[in-house]
């Protein structure tokens, strides 16, 4: 079982950034992907970007491609979304998510663990 936690959210004027964190525990171990997903009010969830297990390959939305960065720190057992160049349509709730397999998917139906999520505000 794998526990995941987010944190880095909060309220940006556009333009800003902002870094999001995703702390996993439990079976750390495993090499697992990691994608961040993100859902607006009346929104569908929409992927955002992803990372492979071991860190090799990533993805972005195109509606992020350029602005936001994914990485991950292996000793910490975290993976970060580096955010800039803000704008009001970035603002969702952001969520993380891990399967269990080294390939990542654009698909959240393909994540196994979720964290709670955390609120992302662009204001103009």
């Known amino acids: 079982q794998v526990q995941l936690v987010e944190s880095g959210g909060g309220l940006v004027q556009a333009g800003g950034s902002l870094r999001l964190s995703c702390a996993a525990s439990?079976?750390?171990?495993?090499?697992?992907?990691t994608g961040w997903f993100r859902q607006a009010p009346g929104k569908e969830r929409e992927f955002v970007s992803a990372i492979s297990g071991i860190g090799t390959d990533t993805a972005y939305a195109d509606s992020v491609k350029g602005r936001f960065t994914i990485s991950e720190d292996n000793v910490k057992n975290t993976v970060y979304l580096q955010m800039n160049s803000l704008n009001p349509e970035d603002t969702s709730i952001y969520y993380c998510?891990?399967?269990?397999?080294?390939?990542?998917?654009?698909?959240?139906?393909?994540?196994?663990?979720w964290g709670q999520g955390t609120q992302v505000t662009v204001s103009s």
């Open positions: 439990g079976r750390t171990f495993r090499r697992y992907a």
């Open positions: 998510a891990q399967k269990e397999r080294d390939s990542y998917s654009v698909n959240s139906g393909d994540y196994e663990y």
